[in-house]
Nanobody
């Protein structure tokens, strides 16, 4: 059983930066692929980024070059650094863990979800 807790969301102006953190507990963290999803109001949940192992990453096209996912297995944490933020990045951001799944992973592939943290980008 894995528990995931996100933090770091907030309000930022367009063009600014924000860093999200996800703290994991209760499971063998290094065995999981970790991912970030996001969901805006009245929209479907959307895959954003994943990291498998130490440095294998994958991003949705809309955030490539702006967002960076990383992990620290010793701290059992995963991070999302977001630069050059745009109003369309406004959403609730969710940390997720899974072992096997499609690339990008589907919602059904996710074994554990965090509670979400809100990111609002003003224009």
């Amino acid at each position: 059983q894995v528990q995931l807790v996100e933090s770091g969301g907030g309000l930022v102006q367009a063009g600014g930066s924000l860093s999200l953190s996800c703290a994991a507990s209760g499971g063998p963290f290094s065995r999981y692929t970790m991912a970030w999803f996001r969901q805006g109001p009245e929209k479907e949940r959307e895959f954003v980024a994943l990291i498998r192992g130490i440095d294998t990453t994958y991003y949705v096209d809309s955030v490539k070059g702006r967002f960076t996912i990383s992990r620290d297995n010793a701290k059992q944490a995963v991070y999302l650094r977001m630069n050059s933020l745009k109003p369309e990045d406004t959403a609730a951001y969710y940390c997720a863990a899974y072992t096997v799944g499609d690339v990008p992973p589907r919602i059904i592939d996710i074994a554990y979800w965090g509670q979400g943290t809100q990111v609002t980008v003003s224009s």
